[in-house]
């Protein structure tokens, strides 16, 4: 691994990571109970969880008197944070050193600032067993000896609640140098806290912005100018260094469900997507749109493009390149200078959520509702695997590369899987569990090799790759 890939502070951390339990795949921890035991499960603290019909298979094979409790869900995580009490939709990294602390919002109008820590567990002279049993929380795991000899245990701590949203929060993000956190809810509402030395003191509240919820924020990758909006057909920019208004970007006909700063340019531009069927770019500073991409066939294949709403794309880091993906599962390339479109790259059965290009490989991935990934080849625009790391139920929320292992994709499903696949064969390194609902967002966490996933069943769960990547390394070198 190149030097800009070692960890800075990794002695830090490098005694809270435990290998994952390897608990065999195939082993299925089913329980059968009997009618009378049936009110001692319910008086359990959530070992079992309701599971859909269509999960529990035919009726038939089972014995009068039975009923099928749901498998007791591997937890691959070496710690979880469960000071939410409702879905957690965003999760994000503070980002500097000692790269352990995180922003998590939820659907109870809660944000946390919260880091994991390390301590010596208190020794028995000063509490007797009984005691310390009463004493664990959720949050914490077992004492682990390093290599010194000396016990300690990893727990999450809440740093502090970024107070006054009152409604979901979908949105936290950093702007480049992390001196600025925005968080965003549904009722709109847009705050902007002060991150310097950790404080996340608030500085602005932004209330006369976007009238309809917002889908979409997202900072310059150089400067400290943020476009957020949603609903209201608008892309909306504001200065977050002061938060005023800067302008509106108005064209499009419908919802518009993503915007992004161009990065190719250096950010010159801003790339939308809409449920108009349209892709358009705009120059920000003049307030102006340079050109929409859109079907313009009539018949054929020439000038096909979307004929769905169009709630995703990415652009390409190097290329005038943009993947876009719609509702119907279709997924078309098309140029950000020219606005040319191109062919068909693949589809999907259900709407794509989330594309992701590789920086090392000329490959592009795209996911979704089904349970499919389409995994591209740029140098032939063919679909190289159809994988279905999942099987035939689920989908996914969310794609990444990894900032470590650039041929390794990470990604989010619904059935609260995180899973690590080699998009060089389609193969899947690893599947990591322990969420009992779907997944909603998650963070790498480079310089520790670690992830933090958030999702519907409250928690936020951290995964340790390190096991992963290593093996990776390995390879290349053999």
């Given amino acids: 691994m190149s030097d ?175 001196k600025f956190l925005v968080t965003g809810g549904m009722n709109n509402q847009l705050r902007i806290w002060n991150a310097e030395q950790d404080a996340f003191d608030l500085k602005y509240v932004i209330t006369d912005g976007p009238t309809e919820d917002l889908n979409f924020l997202e900072w310059h990758p150089k400067g400290n100018v943020f476009i957020t909006g949603g609903k209201d057909y608008l892309i909306w920019l504001y200065n977050g260094g002061n938060g005023t208004f800067i302008s509106c970007l108005a064209g499009h006909e419908a919802e518009v469900f993503q915007a992004k700063f161009t990065t190719s340019d250096g950010g010159k531009h801003v790339v939308s997507s809409s449920a108009d069927k349209t892709i358009r770019v705009w120059a920000p500073l003049k307030n102006e749109c340079l050109r929409i991409i859109k079907n313009t066939s009539t018949s054929g294949i020439s000038g096909k493009f979307h004929e769905a709403d169009i709630n995703c794309f990415q652009l390409h880091h190097e290329r005038p390149l943009i993947v876009s993906g719609d509702i119907s599962g279709k997924v078309f390339y098309s140029h950000l200078l020219t606005g040319e479109v191109g062919t068909l790259l693949g589809t999907h059965v259900d709407s794509v959520e989330s594309i992701v290009f590789c920086k090392t490989l000329p490959v592009c991935v795209s996911a979704g509702i089904d349970s499919t990934i389409n995994i591209y080849d740029l140098a032939t625009n063919d679909i190289r695997f159809k994988i279905n790391p999942t099987g035939e139920y689920g989908g996914f929320t969310k794609l990444q590369f990894s900032q470590v292992i650039p041929h390794v994709l990470l990604a989010s499903s619904t059935l609260g899987e995180f899973l690590v696949i080699d998009v060089r064969d389609g193969q899947t390194l690893r599947n990591f569990k322990g969420h009992a609902a779907p997944i909603n967002d998650f963070v790498e966490v480079k310089n520790l090799e670690l992830v933090v996933t958030g999702g519907d069943d409250n928690q936020c769960l951290v995964f340790d790759l390190s096991e992963v990547y290593q093996q990776q390394r390995v390879a290349l070198t053999n």
């Fill in 4 to 178: 800009n890939n070692q960890n800075p502070n990794e002695e830090d951390f490098e005694d809270h990571k435990s290998a994952p339990s390897e608990k065999d795949e195939d082993e299925q921890d089913v329980i059968y109970l009997d009618e009378d035991e049936i009110e001692l499960v319910d008086n359990e603290d959530n070992d079992f969880q309701t599971i859909n019909e269509s999960e529990i298979g035919d009726p038939n094979q089972y014995d009068d008197g039975q009923i099928l409790a749901q498998e007791i869900i591997q937890d691959d995580s070496i710690i979880q944070f469960n000071a939410h009490k409702d879905s957690v939709f965003c999760v994000q990294l503070v980002p500097h050193e000692p790269f352990n602390m995180f922003i998590s919002g939820d659907c109870n109008d809660k944000a946390y600032v919260w880091k994991i820590v390390k301590e010596a567990p208190e020794s028995p002279a000063e509490n007797n067993s009984t005691d310390q049993e009463e004493s664990k929380t959720e949050d914490s795991k077992e004492p682990t000896t390093d290599a010194s000899s000396h016990t300690f245990q990893i727990k999450t701590v809440v740093v502090k609640e970024l107070e006054g949203h009152t409604e979901t929060i979908e949105i936290a993000k950093f702007n480049h140098d992390g």
